[in-house]
């Protein structure tokens, strides 16, 4: 019997701002994307999958109207298309850092605003129209949100008196001396699927096996793994010295007296931690970078 071929799973990845950490996500997960400049259908090492191209913001329409199986795009995005989509996993990844990002409510600094509320018959600026309007709605203002292009924060003061824009860390609009008034949304990149296609047993298991992988290279980002020998009687004081995500693995050397132990450690205090095992009587320290973490 010849055995049935896979169903194609049509994957959309985000261009632009979040192309380089998804593609840099998917490798950590064991996939290589390679794309060119001159296609908007990059090339992966899966033969099950075929990926494009599109603007986060188009990613949730795609997917609804079924163009696409499924997407990688923002939470703040599926809400602006309000499309009707199965939500997958949340994958809390920025294009800056492994987090959720912002869109909030700012005006200058020596704007008189202090509460969405200040802003009736006002004019705000944004990328994300639908959702401010609703966002007014829901605080009962009534005020004209304006279609932005890009380059919002220059539309202070003289052709908006606020603007809803997206931020990670606030540095941009600090730098542009506005100041945050409310927070409208809270954003992270969504795999989404199409309905239809998730109903697909084939489509969806691919899913289900794609999101492992990549949940496990989120998981594994600020973490290292740490390998080191130890005398057993040296070996309470070095466990002592050394925080574990779970617990280490010891296991038995050939040379009896002597444990190996393994373990994963958050990246940022193996440098602090080294010294201290070695002075616990720990040698052999091996530090080696994790692609992926599957709980």
């Known amino acids: 019997m010849t055995p049935t071929t896979p169903p194609i799973l049509k994957?959309?990845?985000?261009?632009?701002?979040?192309?380089?950490?998804?593609?840099?996500?998917?490798?950590?997960?064991?996939?290589?994307?390679?794309?060119?400049?001159?296609?908007?259908?990059?090339?992966i090492d899966d033969p099950e999958i075929e990926c494009m191209l599109i603007r986060a913001q188009e990613i949730a329409r795609y997917v609804e109207d079924g163009v696409l199986d499924a997407g990688l795009t923002g939470y703040d995005w599926v809400i602006e298309n309000d499309a009707?989509?199965?939500?997958?996993a949340d994958l809390v990844y920025a294009k800056?850092?492994?987090g959720k990002v912002r869109w909030v409510l700012a005006v200058p600094e020596a704007s008189p605003v202090v509460s969405v509320r200040?802003?009736?018959?006002?004019?705000?600026?944004?990328?994300?129209?639908?959702?401010?309007?609703r966002y007014l709605a829901a605080n009962g203002v009534s005020a004209k949100v304006e279609f932005s292009w890009g380059a919002t924060e220059a539309k202070l003061p003289e052709l908006a008196d606020a603007i809803v824009e997206v931020t990670e860390t606030g540095s941009s609009l600090r730098a542009n001396k506005l100041r945050i008034v409310e927070t409208v949304l809270e954003s992270n990149t969504q795999l989404i699927a199409n309905t239809g296609s998730w109903k697909i047993e084939a489509k969806r298991r691919k899913l289900e096996d794609i999101t492992?992988?990549?949940?496990?290279a989120i998981?594994?980002?600020?973490?290292?793994?740490?390998?080191?020998?130890v005398k057993t009687s040296d070996l309470d004081q070095v466990l002592a010295a050394l925080p574990a995500l779970r617990t280490p693995t010891i296991s038995h050397l050939s040379d009896e007296g002597w444990l190996a132990v393994?373990?994963?450690?958050?990246?940022?205090?193996?440098?602090s931690i080294i010294p201290r095992l070695k002075e616990a009587g720990a040698q052999g320290i091996v530090e080696y970078p994790l692609n992926k973490i599957v709980m």
């Open 84 to 88: 009707t989509v199965e939500t997958v």
């Open 212 to 216: 492992m992988l990549l949940q496990g």
């Open 118 to 133: 200040d802003l009736e018959g006002k004019i705000i600026a944004t990328e994300l129209v639908g959702a401010t309007q």
């Open 11 to 43: 994957l959309g990845i985000p261009k632009g701002s979040l192309e380089s950490a998804t593609i840099d996500l998917f490798r950590r997960a064991g996939f290589v994307i390679t794309t060119s400049a001159r296609s908007y259908f990059p090339t």
């Open 262 to 271: 393994n373990t994963i450690l958050n990246e940022s205090v193996v440098r």
């Open 96 to 98: 800056q850092s492994f």
């Open 219 to 229: 998981c594994a980002l600020d973490k290292v793994g740490l390998m080191l020998n």
